[in-house]
Antibody, heavy 118, light 107 residues
């Protein structure tokens, strides 16, 4: 059973950079899509971006200028970087895998709350 | 971006009730429609993909239908473990987008 675990700071100051890592266990990074999705407290879900195992990326245009997703297959990890954060970036951040098909999520991490505050 | 609109935003129902949730896309999405269930403090879980295909392990009381822009999720006989928030998600055009959610509450 594939398991994902997000890690990173729970508090980030405004204008600074949010960095999260997702570690995959119970499987290896193969021909899957690796995704980041976020959910502000009490609100709905937003797809941040995706990276294919080849390294090809797709980003939500609303965040594209600030977001980078990268892959480290040797460590079975992928990462999210979001620059110049503000209060609107406060959310639970989920890493997630599209394993069987690229258009929906099969496996989710438990999520990690990142608060942007001084 | 494709806008996904769910209705109702919330529904109160009793165990054994039939519950229907609708999801409308702002443009055609070629049946690339998924449904997720989310319980408080947990990540969503995939229920249905390609509008009507049940994910492995999901109880058969869940079903999906629809095409083009209009889709429905039906819970045929609500069980205690089904009280949760449900989201639709389009996978036709990136950025993939979600509906705002429908909360199924105990009546």
């Amino acid at each position: 059973q594939v398991q994902l675990q997000e890690s990173g700071p729970g508090l980030v100051k405004p204008s600074e950079t949010l960095s999260l890592t997702c570690t995959v266990s119970g499987g290896s990074i193969g021909s899957d899509y690796w995704n980041w999705i976020r959910q502000p407290p009490g609100k709905g879900l937003e797809w941040i971006g995706s990276i294919y195992y080849t390294g090809s990326t797709k980003y939500n245009p609303s965040l594209k200028s600030r977001v980078t997703i990268s892959l480290d297959t040797s460590k079975n990890q992928f990462a999210l970087t979001l620059t110049s954060v503000n209060a609107a970036d406060t959310a639970v951040y989920y890493c997630a895998i599209s394993a069987a098909r690229p258009r929906e999520i099969d496996y989710w991490g438990q999520g990690t709350l990142v608060t942007v505050s001084s | 971006d494709i806008q996904m609109t769910q209705s109702p935003s919330s529904v109160s129902a009793s165990v054994g009730d039939r519950v229907i949730i609708t999801c409308r896309a702002s443009q055609g999405i070629n049946n690339w429609l998924a449904w997720y269930q989310q319980k408080p403090g947990k990540a969503p879980t995939l229920l249905i993909y390609s509008a009507s295909t049940l994910q492995s392990g999901v109880p058969s009381r869940f079903s999906g239908s629809g095409s083009g822009t209009d889709f429905t999720l039906t819970i045929s006989s609500l069980q205690p473990e089904d009280f949760a928030t449900y989201y639709c998600q389009q996978g036709n055009t990136f950025p993939y987008t979600f509906g705002q959610g429908t909360k199924v509450e105990i009546k």
